[in-house]
């Protein structure tokens, strides 16, 4: 085949032959052990997945009661202003926001615009989509 082989032994447990090419000798192909392959196959899989989860370990785990809260229809806005320990007057100092609209909102007397919903979700630490109250079934 004109391909001249060589092996390579690294510290880790596979153990391929190296194909280089004729000319160049430059290593063109690996060849391994089938079982080492599959076995190559699944870490890489896993560190697959594990990137994923990473990808989304920002996401926030929120105690079993908030959630509870949130599924009962409470307030988006009061109930992440409460798990913050925020005040509304905190609140919206941080947002930037007069503290009355915030009563509005978490009050349902005001739905509050995409502005001040996006300056809450800000000072919140939460996605703008968060505050926005469920839809009724």
């Known amino acids: 085949t004109g391909i001249s082989m060589t092996t390579h032994t690294p510290k880790h447990r596979v153990e391929p032959t190296i194909l280089a090419h004729p000319k160049t000798g430059k290593p063109e192909f690996a060849v391994l052990p089938i079982a080492d392959y599959e076995a190559l196959l699944e870490t890489a899989e896993m560190a697959e997945d594990v990137a994923a989860f990473d ?17 009962a229809g409470e307030s988006p806005l009061r109930v992440f202003r409460e798990l913050r320990d925020l005040t509304q007057t905190q609140l919206a100092a ?16 005001r739905i509050g615009t995409v502005d001040n919903l996006s300056r809450l979700a800000a000072a919140l630490h939460v996605d703008l989509e968060d505050l926005v109250p469920a839809a009724a079934d």
């Open 94 to 109: 941080a947002a930037g926001i007069p503290q009355t609209t915030i009563s509005k909102i978490e009050t349902g007397e």
């Open 55 to 71: 990808a989304g370990a920002g996401d926030e785990i929120l105690p079993v009661a908030t959630s509870d809260r949130l599924l």
